[in-house]
């Protein structure tokens, strides 16, 4: 099939399809002589791992080695939690920094006045004045 209906099989734009192949994550199993890319179902299957795989915000690295994984059946399934549970870890370090600036950014809220005055702790802060 194009990559047109591969790509609303998976739901996904047919840009970040194109991408996949570029990038040899997801290459279509045969490329036609008017230069068509040619996508059978296994590609498809393949497309619809990556988009959850990025639903759940694998990087792109992890998805190709979760995605070998995936077409390995001889595959340890260590090897598969070992990966998620060091995205876990990295979504852990994310969620920290997110509330560190979420108090500081709450912090310079409540100590502006928020009135007709051109003072403003937010634009100090973000100018590196204060």
């Given at each position: 099939?194009r ?12 840009k ?9 994550l ?9 230069g068509?890319?040619?996508?059978n ?25 979760l ?11 260590s ?8 995205h876990?870890d990295?979504?852990?370090?994310k969620?920290t920094k997110?509330?560190?600036?979420k108090?500081?950014?709450?912090h310079l809220?409540?100590t502006?006045?928020?009135?007709d ?14």
């Amino acid at each position: 099939m194009r990559i047109s209906s591969a790509a609303k099989k998976c739901g996904l734009p047919v840009k970040t399809v194109r991408y996949y192949d570029e990038i040899t994550l997801v290459k279509p199993s045969n490329i036609l002589e008017n230069g068509y890319r040619d996508y059978n179902e296994t590609d498809v299957k393949k497309l619809i791992f990556i988009s959850k795989s990025r639903q759940f915000g694998f990087p792109i690295n992890q998805c190709r080695e979760l995605l070998s994984l995936y077409e390995d059946t001889n595959r340890a399934s260590s090897d598969v939690r070992k990966i998620a549970k060091k995205h876990i870890d990295g979504i852990n370090d994310k969620l920290t920094k997110l509330k560190s600036l979420k108090f500081e950014l709450m912090h310079l809220v409540n100590t502006c006045n928020g009135d007709d005055r051109p003072s403003c702790p937010i634009l100090d802060k973000l100018s590196g004045d204060h």
